[in-house]
């Protein structure tokens, strides 16, 4: 199993990072989160999971041991394949995962693309025993401060977007950040903005 995989990051894309190993370009599958903290020219270290298929191997990367971990338990779950645990980090932290099990909270499941009510309730009894206590005091919305334009803004930047570009985007999305509940998470902004520049184009 790769645990892990170093490198220059060479090329960025809504979803995948390519980092140069040793010569080699390892494409790696990202949540939006993770994919914020990359830039290319620049070095990473990217904890991965390695998912083998009859047609296919795909490497899923997470900024740190504990996310890949997460990602690893949700797929212990029945129904849960690797694209839907990465949609469930994408939305929510490690630890606001752990606390949405340790307290049922099924809206916060249910917010994930490709999860209704039923499948929410499904999940809370399967993973009330393999995702352990919630660690830190981590808000629901996880980890993500008021800078969110500010972050939203460098990884536009990071994709290869223009500044304007960029400035535009965060404009565009402002409003849907300001009428979320807590604290805006920067990856669900960043494939809105994402969008938005797509339609520009």
């Given at each position: 199993m790769i645990a892990f995989v170093s490198g220059t990051v060479a090329a960025l894309a809504p979803?995948?990072?390519?980092?140069?190993?040793?010569?080699?370009g390892m494409a790696v599958q990202c949540t939006p989160n993770t994919l914020s903290t990359l830039r290319v020219g620049r070095s990473a270290r990217l904890a991965t999971s390695l998912v083998v298929r009859e047609d296919s191997l795909t490497l899923y990367g997470f900024a740190d041991d504990d996310e890949r971990q997460t990602f690893e338990l949700l797929q212990t779950a029945s129904g849960v394949g690797p694209r839907l645990a990465q949609a469930m980090l994408a939305v929510h932290a490690p630890d606001a995962l752990r606390r949405a099990v340790a307290t049922a909270d099924e809206k916060a499941l249910t917010a994930v693309p490709g999860i209704g009510k039923k499948g929410a309730q499904k999940l809370l009894l399967e993973l009330k025993d393999r995702l352990g206590a919630p660690m830190g005091t981590v808000t629901a919305a996880g980890p993500v401060t008021a800078g969110w334009r500010d972050q939203l803004h460098a990884a536009l930047i990071g994709l290869g977007y223009a500044t304007r570009e960029a400035d535009e985007a965060v404009a565009a999305v402002t409003p849907q950040a300001e009428a979320a509940e807590g604290t805006p998470q920067?990856?669900?902004?960043?494939?809105?903005?994402?969008?938005?520049?797509?339609?520009a184009r």
């Open positions: 979803d995948t990072a390519v980092v140069e190993v040793g010569g080699v920067v990856g669900a902004l960043l494939k809105a903005a994402l969008q938005t520049l797509n339609r």
